[in-house]
């Protein structure tokens, strides 16, 4: 007869207990020389614990189990043809932000977790950090798979980690990713587990990943729900660890407070790349990223801090400035890549009218107010042969990195928000208070920024003028431009037998 | 506050004026116009005449706005990182001030950016 | 004692073949679940908690069902996670 099996709570105390052990002949320290440095006072390692229990066994089942489905629906959108059934090919912009955006970043958690991995003292949370570390690796691959049938008929898809090392928008996310991978592992779990994935990565993965679902992009959406079955196992992890580090020793609470405070407005800042795919390029959008925001941040963020109160943490700076911020973030990010959209490895494109009294309907408060004349002025200039892009290079946030294009939204949402300090005699610019708070708790770290604008004017990046930039991008001549203009357009049309190209700003 | 690190802190300053090849950067932002979705940078010699960074730097971008040709410069109102300032337009960027990253900002009352809508 | 509004707890997975008998086991054994279908998904929210019991997912599939099975279809969820061999829950405290 078989024996009888363990329990969870058993089969997770045998699998992830008694692993480790104490060192002889070299120092624990020096085994594990990371995990002091930061000031984490840690007393009790075996403390630590994984609520969903998972251990390696199941681990691997359940993650071949998840790659199996996966891969049948990847087959059988490329086998259907499933690129012609898209909404319309200028979501795919959406698509080329993503590869080139969100990809690498997950190739870069991938790293930080290896070194968590193999760094943090306790053997419970290696367990989960390795888990973690081949998840992130499975994203990046299977995000890959995935999108490279788009490659086959789309533009801007070609290179995405290249690009992410150069291009002046990407820098955003691989700024904030090598931001919290420089920092100690401690600091790095409560940036990526906690902060980024616990607060801000719903507003990726699931309102958009709907949104895919509903412009006919299954392959896209079953790969981005595969992967957040994983995230909310690291979100768990990420409230997990914060628990853990508060229970350990009080002397942990302002320093997790800090870092809460720096992470959350870093992920933040990155997620305004995702605002504008989730309002612009999605071309039926499901949900707008302000009524994502109330949900994911302000209601369930919301819980999560009354919760933590029973520690003493609080909700992280500025993010009433981030919620004030919400009915303008889409509209600010989508006009700086209207502007310049000679220089970006996507199309951008004028809302449609259909879309523009959406974003009416969405954004009573902003839209119309604010926003709508700018996309009315350029697509009235296209429709007159007047339109240029603007042939210069914006301002850059020293620690975000993004053009500095918000504007003051709680006193004057029509004035740029500007903030400099000096250090060392040098000046540094900002584009919010949350920026600079970041910059002047660490400026020996941003003092070192590699600012994609002032690299083009060090010589550092192909030439100086933007078809030089362009080319060390390996950003081909029809990646950008207007999506009217393009090849992905003359493509689209042709597989629903339009001969006629369709004037600026239709629908399809 | 200083940086906590496990092994000191490098001194290392990317963007030092001498990475720039005799330039200095110089930010120009035109008020009430956000059609400009930012300011924009420039590379500039120091020793520019202010009038130059007026007749020749400012138009090569900002005359993408169609009220641009309609800018009186002698009404125009400067402010030199957050301060009010009037340029001398023969003396040079150096010896007005401009530092390496200053923000120059610039209003022209009347202009209020398309069918005044500030953009 | 607090007369306020107790936070939403909720659990997002797949609008699929797999994530029926879960759905329906949350609305058997949560009373007032909020259940939306969104394009490919389906979120159950509800005040304070929410509970997926194994035995009601077994009896509704007819068949075994262990519950980190939920993995397979899990999209998201808020609150404090507990969960063994005879249940997964979501609190807020």
Known sequence: MAAKKL??????????????????????????????????????????????????????????????????????????????????????????????????????????FAHLGRHFRGEGARVACQMQAIDELRHAQTQIHTISHYNKHFTGLHDPFYQSDRVWYLSVPKSFGEDALSAGPFEFITSISFAFEYVLTNLLFVPFMSGAAYNGDM???????????????????????????????????????????????????????????????????????????????????????????????????????????????SHQVWSVFCALGNATGFHTFEPSDEKMDWLSEKYPNTFDKYYRPRFEHWKKQKEDGTFEYLASLPQLCQVCQIPMIFTEVKTDPMQLSFRNTKFKGDNYHFCSDGCKDIFENEPEKYVQAWLPVHQIFQGNCGGATIPEVLKWYKFEPEDGGDYFDSQDFRRWQEWHGKDEPAKTGSDN | MAIVAKDGYIDFVRDKVENFHGNQLVLVSWDDHLLFCAAQAFPLPPEMPFAALVSEVIPSVFNWHDEF??????????????????????????????????????????????????? | ?????????????????????????????????????????????????????????EVLKGCEWDVQELHLVLISLAGNVDEDDEKFELSWG
């Open chain 1, 7 to 112: 329990n969870m709570r058993k089969r997770y105390e045998l699998l992830t207990r008694g692993i480790g052990w104490e060192t002889s002949y070299q120092k624990m320290d020096d085994v594990f020389p990371y995990d002091t440095f930061e000031g984490i006072k840690i007393t009790d390692w075996d403390k630590w614990e994984d609520p969903f229990r998972l251990t390696m066994d199941a681990y691997w089942k359940f993650q071949a189990e998840k790659e199996k489905k996966l891969y049948a629906i990847i087959d059988s959108f490329a086998q259907n043809n499933g690129q012609t059934n898209l909404a319309d090919a200028s979501y795919l912009s959406a698509i080329k932000l993503f590869i080139t955006g969100v990809t690498p970043l997950e190739y870069a958690a991938h790293h930080g």
């Open chain 1, 219 to 329: 392959a896209t959406t079953t790969f981005g729900f595969s992967a957040q079955s994983d995230e909310s196992r690291h979100m768990t992890l990420g409230l997990e660890i914060i628990k853990f580090m508060l229970e350990q020793h009080e002397d942990n609470l302002p320093i997790i407070q800090g870092w809460i405070d720096k992470h959350f407005w870093r992920a933040y800042r990155v997620l305004a790349l995702v605002s504008a795919m989730q309002d612009y390029m999605l071309t039926n959008t499901p949900m707008s990223w302000k009524e994502a925001w109330d949900i994911y941040f302000v209601e369930n963020g919301g819980a999560l801090f009354e919760d933590l109160g029973r520690y003493g943490l609080k909700m992280p700076k500025h993010h009433e400035l981030a919620t004030a911020e919400a009915e303008h973030l």
């Open chain 2, 69 to 119: 040709k309609d800018i009186d410069w002698a009404k125009t109102q400067w402010n030199l990182d957050g301060e009010a300032f009037s340029p001398d337009m023969d003396k040079s960027l150096a010896e007005n001030g401009v530092e390496h990253k200053s923000l120059i900002r610039f209003k022209t009352p009347g202009l209020t950016g398309l069918n005044g809508t500030r953009i």
């Open chain 3, 1 to 57: 004692m607090t007369t306020k509004k107790k936070n939403t707890a909720f659990l997002i997975v797949q609008d699929n073949e797999d994530a029926r008998p879960i759905i329906e086991a949350v609305e058997q054994d949560n009373p007032g679940v909020n259940i939306q279908y969104e394009p490919g998904m389906v979120r159950m929210e509800r005040a304070a908690s929410l509970i997926v019991k194994r035995e009601t997912v």
